[in-house]
């Protein structure tokens, strides 16, 4: 499975971490950007590659964006098609699994500056993990938010 993987300024150095950890782990890791520090740029620039890239082939990929709260970072990713982001900022995991068991979340949007790399990267672990559970009543509401279209 791909993961790609992008950052604001926010979450830089938590990206150049979390990308060495899973290269380590043996993933096959794609980092979209920032390849420097740039502490004026905007993370649209940046989760809008990952998005692009889930929403192009969303089975066997799996993306990550790091931002401050990664609250912005989930927004933006969610503006393309099929692709599901959820927001991760430490506490409770069993909001990772669910994400993946019951919504199929195809991006992990972690929050730099409430986590720890070691909390950022046990969950990105349990979220890649994480199957989807595949039953019919979450199939059913993955299927009605998918047909959710606003002009």
């Not at 890791?29 to 740029?41: A, T």
């Not at 046990?122 to 938010?145: C, M, N, Y």
């Amino acid at each position: 499975m791909k993961i790609f993987i992008s950052s604001d300024h926010a979450g830089f150095e938590l990206k150049k971490i979390l990308v060495e950890r899973l290269l380590l782990a043996g993933h096959d890791v794609r980092d979209l950007g920032p390849k420097q520090f740039n502490p004026e740029d905007d993370y649209p620039d940046y989760v809008s590659l990952v998005a692009r890239e889930i929403s192009r082939e969303p089975s066997g990929t799996k993306g990550i964006v790091i931002g401050a709260s990664g609250e912005g970072e989930a927004m933006c990713a969610n503006k393309f098609y099929g692709v599901r982001a959820v927001v991760y900022y430490g506490g409770n995991q069993d909001i990772i699994k669910l994400s993946r068991e019951h919504n199929d979340a195809n991006i992990l949007s972690l929050g730099a500056r409430f986590i720890s790399p070691t909390d950022a990267m046990s969950a990105v672990i349990l979220w890649l993990a994480t199957p989807f559970s595949g039953d019919e009543r979450h199939k059913r509401r993955l299927q009605k938010l998918f047909n959710i279209i606003h002009k």
